[in-house]
């Protein structure tokens, strides 16, 4: 289990042929590539602030939790700080698993903690400004099913 | 002397990301940081503003050692 | 949205990188890898048919549905046909949406269509002789979930 | 002159994928294969076995024109 904090651009393809190189129990990887949404250059730029150390251990704790309670084979997150331009990845999640179902629901686990309740405070830039801001109410209700 | 961190909005408020501050106990550091700046003061003690001490979060007091580290977290957005 | 089949080994992360490329309003993909397990040479040797022209197009119109029923911007289906070796991806799937629930949701039903009703015929071959095989029980579960 | 196609383990039966039958309706053509293998014959007409004609799936008779590509499909395993 690998979790990467990158403020560079990074390359999901990539991520996936790694990680599904060289398995031998493994039958399913299941990811997840989050998007800066582009919105025909309407979108505000994305500014993310983590506390590495904390946030890069806070989140490596859950996917341990979430290897044993889904019987993963492995968990590999990288997730972008800083300024993210629009198009880019903010979050590559990649689950390995026997069977199909523990690697999609693992995967959806991890999304979910990584949109609403990891250590991350996030910024929008917009022409008008910046602000910080806080989980939507459909983040908080995904990452309650699994409570 | 602690080292002290601010995230999100709370640097913003502050005008400062990190600073170094003398103080045995956390009670300590948060009178001088509000003495220094009553409204940063308030906010690091607002709802849902948690506190690290050497990256483990604590709840209530703390004693700190020199060249502890002591961040404030205002609530957390995701990524 | 595109749907392959191909009797050549492909590789995941290129098709991924490809899909994520240049996209505008999408702020979720969501991909499937099945790989074909190895198993520390036990596993048996995997033979895929399919009829194509018939097998491609009843994908191809299970993936329509699952861009209006799911609000998808792009699907896109690799599955290989053939022999498969241990190790080998068998079939991959990636979705392209606006919010990761409707595209983790749309690769979770693909993924079942193909697994348990999609116009392939499977053989193992296994050391003893080879045999065609049917749909798991949990395959028929899994795929029951979204009628 | 139907192209008959058959698959999965309905191949392995008959040991052929692929044949030119003269029949003008499947009816016809199932008789003739059966008449060529019986046990062929009962395995097409058996539990969950699918005609495609002309790669659309079809329940009971169809009338075949020349050239048209007729497909004995068994249960279906998913890839």
Redesign the interface.
């Known amino acids: 289990m690998i979790v990467t904090l990158t403020d560079q651009p990074f390359?999901?393809?990539?991520?996936?042929?790694?990680f599904?190189a060289?398995?031998?129990?493994?039958?399913?990887?299941?990811?997840?590539?989050?998007?800066?949404?582009?919105?025909?250059g309407a979108a505000a730029a994305l500014e993310?602030?983590a506390?590495p150390?904390?946030t890069d251990?806070a989140i490596g704790e859950v996917a341990q939790a979430a290897i044993e309670r889904f019987k993963l084979h492995d968990v590999r997150i990288v997730?972008r700080i800083g300024r993210i331009a629009p198009?880019e990845?903010?979050?590559f999640v990649a689950t390995a698993a026997?069977?199909?179902?523990e690697?999609?629901e693992a995967?959806?686990f991890l999304?979910d903690?990584?949109?609403?309740?990891?250590?991350?405070?996030?910024?929008e830039h917009c022409p008008d400004g910046a602000r910080?801001?806080?989980?939507t109410d459909?983040?908080r209700t995904?990452a309650e099913r699994w409570d | 002397m602690a080292r002290v961190l601010l995230f999100g909005r709370l640097a913003d408020q502050a005008g400062w990301r990190e600073r170094s501050i003398d103080a045995g106990d956390l009670a300590t550091l948060r009178s001088a940081l509000a003495a220094d700046d009553a409204v940063l003061g308030e906010a690091l003690a607002g709802p849902g503003v948690q506190v690290a001490v050497d990256k483990a979060l604590v709840r209530g007091e703390a004693i700190l050692a020199a060249g502890t580290e002591v961040a404030f977290l205002p609530p957390m957005s995701g990524g």
């Open positions: 390359e999901p393809g990539a991520l996936v042929t790694a599904c060289d398995r031998q129990e493994t039958g399913a990887v299941a990811t997840f590539v989050g998007l800066a949404r582009a919105e025909a993310l602030e506390y150390g904390f251990a997730h198009g990845a903010v979050v026997g069977h199909r179902r690697a999609f995967c959806d999304m903690y990584l949109k609403s309740r990891a250590p991350f405070w996030k910024k910080w801001i806080e989980p459909r983040d995904d």
